[in-house]
């Protein structure tokens, strides 16, 4: 009794002990988040010799990097070359050098980074251009049409553009539709001021056409005999098309004659994109209207546009107009093939579909049906031993990684991992998934299973963790297990406490208004938010929702997943004038994250049900047919957020 008293004790003393570094660690990041370095310093020394010191050293370094030495730095670096810490440092490092103008040593260091950000390699041209400023204009040029805005290290790159005159009118101005199509009037004024006299549009005029672009074309008191007009009155309709591309294109049907050709056909490829969002039946008419000079991203959506009307000539028109980076995405091999079997072209067809059928992927799933065959996961031919899971997770890097996990420092943990793995053969990468399962980061072993090349554990990319509780509540809801599986692993990876920056949480990632809801519509008693992270109030939530949804849009698990997501309210909006099939609703969702998640659903859902060992239903009948819309035999949706 004594000896099981004293190791009691001891244990005690030690979770104790475990639980004061863990709050000296956490206080010594808020230390350093503040800047506080006299506190910092304080923690630091009680964190000596911690699995995370690292973490502490590089905090104490960071806050005085500008007045750090390079023996310092490039100390830091050297001992933890294991570690992201590294490369985080050397970046920052750099950049003191540049603001600070000691370019030999930043030469001398720039190599060995990874990776350069754009406010780096403008730093870097800037240090070229000290001898060679012909050769750096030229290779700084493109970065006058980056959309976004640029760091401060670029500028003094684009004043030496403008000074040389390698910028003309036309660059400002291309740059100045860029602004205006992202809806940065501000930064199109700042733009503006860049161009010969006379030829700015005006501010207040730019601003009537931003604010009321209806009533500006409508008034029609336009000057479009400088540039500055007729790009006022181009962005104008843009920005109408964005509400109503209807009524755009009938403005613009009345003006074009007054406009170049190449400003007809910019104007109407703006249109017949945003009308092919917008589902409108003229989008194909306004894309023919457009010319040859579309984008990828404007071709993408008259595909789509193609795919809607059942234009398939179109598809594989607007497909091969694309570039060769762009055509090669999985989506667009796969719509191209089905484009290719409706003209006969079978052979040709088969072809691209063979090796797309290889790829793990909702299109790679769709040609292993197109090609006649069932979509199953791979059988899993290695796995690894106990004593090689074992020997992975003494890794120092996952040691790390597995710390920041359990303290909440999900963000450095992920990069930790990810730093660990790299350049493992897949042997390795399956045995660090296998760590990542055993300590419940089930998002790490999803993730870390998915970069295997040959060996394969479909098992740990697919994981299926509290299956009691969610069985339990897939039979009170008689909700498929696998799609409630497949929307998990989508909306949080199983990651339990999950949050978004929307504020969306837990494994199903309700909003709190939503939560609310179904929580009423439960009747449960002592609701909080709070209780989200709870694993089974979340899946009683989530599923209850699930099932909502999936009874107001016809029992159709593809319109139900939009729904979700987006909202069921949207999800019926989506609904065609006339039937087709699943997957071209699929790829035709307006928003982009919608649409690759129903994707990703779906595609997940197979997987499951395959792991499950289900009834198999391929993936073309689980994507079925999306029938028009029915407004008057439609569930009434009432309050449903």
Known sequence: MKHVLAFLLVMAAVTAQAAGTDKDFLAAREAYRIGNEARLNTYAKRLRGHLLEPYVLYYQLKIRLDHASAEDVEAFIASHRDSPLSERLRAAWLKVLAKSERWDLFEQRLPDLRDADLELTCYALQSRARTNPDEVLEEARPIWFVTGRLPESCEPLMEALRASGALSPDDVWTRIRYALEAGRVSLARRLAKQLPAGEAPAPRVLEAARSNPGGYLERGRFNLKHRGGRETVMFAAHRLARTSPSQAARHWENLEDRFSPEERGYVWSLIGYLGARAHGPGALEWYSRAGENLSDRQLAWKVRAGLRAGAWPEVLAAIDAMTEEGSEQPAWRYWKARALMESGRTH??????????????????????????????????????????????????????????????????????????????????????????????????????????????????????????????????????????????????????????????????????????????????????????????????????????????????????????????????????????????????????????????????????????????????????????????????GDTP
Do not use: C
Request: proline content about 3%.
């Open 348 to 637: 040709a067809a088969e072809q691209i579909l063979k090796p797309l059928a290889t790829e793990f992927n909702f299109y790679g799933q769709l040609a292993v049906e197109e090609l006649g065959g069932r979509i199953e996961a791979p059988v899993a031919s290695y796995r690894p031993s106990t004593v090689e899971v074992d020997e992975m997770s003494q890794l120092i890097g996952l040691r790390r990684a597995l710390e920041l996990y359990r303290l909440g420092q999900r963000i450095d943990a992920n990069r930790e991992w990810r730093w660990a793995i790299r350049g493992f053969d897949d042997k390795q990468l399956l045995a660090a998934a296998e760590v990542a399962y055993r300590y419940e980061n089930y998002d790490r072993a999803i993730s870390t299973a998915s970069r295997t090349v040959l060996l394969h554990d479909f098992s740990l990319r697919y994981p299926a963790p509290y299956r009691e509780v969610l069985r339990t509540h897939a039979e009170q809801f008689a909700l498929d297990e696998a799609w409630i599986y497949g929307l998990i692993r989508q909306e949080s990876r199983f990651i339990v406490n999950a949050r978004s920056q929307a504020g969306a949480r837990g494994l199903m990632q309700l909003m709190p208004s939503t939560a609310s809801w179904v929580a009423h519509r439960l009747g449960l008693k002592n609701w909080r938010w709070s209780r989200m992270t709870d694993v089974d109030t979340n899946i009683n939530l989530g599923t209850y929702y699930m099932r909502h949804v999936l009874d107001a849009l016809d029992g159709h698990t593809v319109l139900a997943s939009a729904g979700y997501n987006a909202g069921p309210r949207r999800a019926r909006a989506w609904r065609p004038e006339s039937a087709i099939e699943g997957a071209v609703y699929a790829e035709t969702i307006p928003f982009t994250e919608t649409r690759n998640y129903v994707k990703r659903v779906m595609a997940n859902t197979t997987y499951y049900a395959n792991n499950f060992s289900q009834e198999l239903q391929s993936l073309k009948q689980r994507l079925g047919i999306i029938h028009e819309r029915d407004a008057g035999g439609e569930r009434p949706l």
